[in-house]
């Protein structure tokens, strides 16, 4: 098959799991705070790797070379996830996804401290368009500030400081190892903030699956998209993935009755605009001839 189609089916089991998350995330919240659901999301990630190493043979390779950078990581990936499932139950589905998807826009605007990459003309130009799409998304005023759209936009940084410590990570450490760390590290994360109020709530019968929805989902979202990108370059897969934000905010009207508000596809459009402007110029940089 070719391998743009395949990148493509990668792509749509990608969608499915971050759409599905999302909505088993709302169901779960009436029950759970977002404490409570990163705790036994994390549960489910621990059974998860755990047993793919042993099925595997990969238990070798869970070290404790950078113990330091794995904690960071880990506690940015938990506040962005905290925030972003705190966010789904404040504002439409289709907004979240949309600011979602500044995160590499702050990649771009982060990278240079953190990883020490050049910040060149052209991705200083792609932040500032993702920029305009947030305002066209938000549309911030006195009178109608959100504090679900901080809440997600705050969530996209987190995501683009976990890319980057991710990036800092795979120079020295497998995928085994990155995620064994993730599950644990946030699982402790998770039962320290969801009992500081010395209240942790048992999820009922019905919340248990979708609790195990949501960390199968997470888990498999990533693996598919990693995929995908070894099937296909960012300039193919990146638009694809662009199309979780139709999908969710026809599910999100379907399902909870949320208006189709164009000024977030049109945001979200110019979003795209600025994240694939940065990754064309980069593709054609790798491309050219030493």
């Not at 999301?41 to 043979?57: D, K, M, N, P, Y």
């Not at 238990?59 to 506040?79: G, K, V």
């Not at 589905?93 to 600011?99: D, R, T």
């Not at 982060?110 to 932040?127: D, F, H, K």
Request: hydrophobic share 55%; glycine share 6%; with cysteine.
């Amino acid at each position: 098959m070719n391998p743009f189609v395949l990148a493509a089916l990668w792509m749509s089991g990608a969608i499915l799991s971050f759409s599905t998350m999302a909505i088993a995330g709302r169901e779960v919240s009436y029950q759970l705070d977002t404490f409570e659901i990163m705790m036994y999301r994390s549960f489910v990630g621990i059974v998860i790797v755990l047993g793919l190493a042993t099925l595997t043979g990969t238990w070798r390779e869970i070290q404790r070379r950078d113990l330091r950078t794995h904690a960071i990581r880990n506690f940015a990936h938990f506040a962005g996830q905290n925030l972003w499932f705190y966010a789904i139950t404040l504002i439409p589905l289709a907004q979240v996804f949309a600011l979602e998807f500044t995160s590499p826009i702050w990649v771009v605007l982060l990278s240079p401290l953190i990883l020490g990459e050049r910040l060149t003309p052209v991705r200083l130009l792609s932040a500032l368009v993702g920029f305009c799409g947030i305002l066209i998304v938000a549309r911030p005023s006195t009178d109608s500030f959100d504090i679900g759209i901080l809440m997600a936009a705050g969530s996209a940084v987190c995501f683009a400081m976990t890319t980057m410590l991710t990036k800092k990570l795979t120079r020295t450490e497998t995928v085994t190892c990155i995620l064994f760390y993730l599950t644990v590290m946030q699982a402790v994360f998770g039962i320290i903030c969801a009992g500081i109020d010395g209240d942790i709530a048992l999820p009922d019968a019905a919340n248990v699956p979708l609790i195990v929805l949501i960390g199968c989902a997470g888990l498999l979202a990533h693996f598919c998209i990693a995929k995908a990108l070894s099937l296909a370059p960012a300039t193919v897969v990146t638009p694809i993935d662009f199309t979780r934000l139709p999908v969710i905010a026809v599910l999100g009207m379907l399902l909870y009755q949320e208006p189709l508000d164009l000024f977030v596809l049109l945001g979200a459009a110019v979003i795209f605009g600025g994240n694939y402007l940065n990754i064309w110029t980069e593709s054609r940089a790798l491309r050219r001839p030493a």
